[in-house]
T-cell receptor
Framework: AQSVTQLGSHVSVSEGALVLLRCNYSSSVPPYLFWYVQYPNQGLQLLLKYTSAATLVKGINGFEAEFKKSETSFHLTKPSAHMSDAAEYFCAVSEGTSYDKVIFGPGTSLSVIP | GAVVSQHPSRVICKSGTSVKIECRSLDFQATTMFWYRQFPKQSLMLMATSNEGSKATYEQGVEKDKFLINHASLTLSTLTVTSAHPEDSSFYLC?????????????FGPGTRLLVL
C-alpha cells in the first residue's frame, strides 16, 4: 500500500529565507509524486510532479523538488520565501497514471514571517 | 490549463436533508473523477472513484448508500449526501485526471463547504 509522511505539521520561515518541506513516501511500484498547495477555503493547485523523468523537478512559483529513490524522499524547496507562499502544502503519491487514485500526506502548514 | 468546477461552493442544510454537489470538467472529458473529503486542519481523504457509465468505487469505510455518486456524462459527476447529519459537515473536493498529453496529474475543483445544522 502507498503512503506519504510529511515531517513537520507546521513550518515557519522568515521572508527571504529558504523553504524546505519534507516528504517521504512508501510505494511498491515506481511512484508518481506530487506537491499541491492549498490556500484557505480553496481547492488544491498542482505545484509540481515527478513522473520518472528528471529527478529534479521544477514547478510554479519558484518551487522545486528532488526525487531521491534511495531515501524515498521528495522534499520541496524554494530558495527565498515570499509572504504569498503562506499556505498548506500536501505531498501526494500515486502508483501510475493520473487515472490512479492519489494518496495525500497529512500536510504541512507554512508560515512566512515578515 | 484544465479547469474543474464545483457547485455549490458553500451549502448550509438542515439535519436529515439531502445535498447534491456537482463536479464538472469544463474543457476536457473525464471518464474518471475522484471525490475527497477534508475535515478542518486535516488532509484529504479519498471517498470514492466516480466512473462514467458504471458504478462508483468506494473506499473502505465510506457508506455508499449515504454518499451517492452518479457520473452520468463525460463532464459531470455528482455527489449526493443523503440524510445529512452534523458529522457530515466538511469540505468536499473533486478531482479529474487530465487526458493523455503529458499532464499526468489530477486537477482539483475549488471545493464545496457543507455545513449541516
Amino acid at each position: 500500500a502507498q503512503s506519504v509522511t510529511q515531517l513537520g505539521s507546521h513550518v515557519s520561515v522568515s521572508e527571504g529565507a529558504l523553504v524546505l518541506l519534507r516528504c517521504n513516501y512508501s510505494s511498491s511500484v515506481p511512484p508518481y509524486l506530487f506537491w499541491y498547495v492549498q490556500y484557505p477555503n480553496q481547492g488544491l493547485q498542482l505545484l509540481l510532479k515527478y513522473t520518472s523523468a528528471a529527478t529534479l523537478v521544477k514547478g510554479i512559483n519558484g518551487f522545486e523538488a528532488e526525487f531521491k529513490k534511495s531515501e524515498t524522499s521528495f522534499h520541496l524547496t524554494k530558495p527565498s520565501a515570499h509572504m504569498s507562499d503562506a499556505a498548506e502544502y500536501f505531498c501526494a503519491v500515486s502508483e501510475g497514471t493520473s487515472y490512479d487514485k492519489v494518496i495525500f500526506g497529512p500536510g504541512t502548514s507554512l508560515s512566512v514571517i515578515p | 490549463g484544465a479547469v474543474v468546477s464545483q457547485h455549490p461552493s458553500r451549502v448550509i442544510c438542515k439535519s436529515g436533508t439531502s445535498v447534491k454537489i456537482e463536479c464538472r470538467s469544463l474543457d476536457f472529458q473525464a471518464t474518471t473523477m475522484f471525490w475527497y473529503r477534508q475535515f478542518p486542519k486535516q488532509s484529504l481523504m479519498l471517498m470514492a472513484t466516480s466512473n462514467e457509465g458504471s458504478k462508483a468505487t468506494y473506499e473502505q469505510g465510506v457508506e455508499k448508500d449515504k454518499f451517492l455518486i452518479n457520473h452520468a456524462s463525460l463532464t459531470l459527476s455528482t455527489l449526493t449526501v443523503t440524510s445529512a447529519h452534523p458529522e457530515d459537515s466538511s469540505f468536499y473536493l473533486c478531482s479529474a485526471p487530465v487526458p493523455a498529453g503529458g499532464a499526468e496529474a489530477q486537477y482539483f475543483g475549488p471545493g464545496t463547504r457543507l455545513l449541516v445544522l
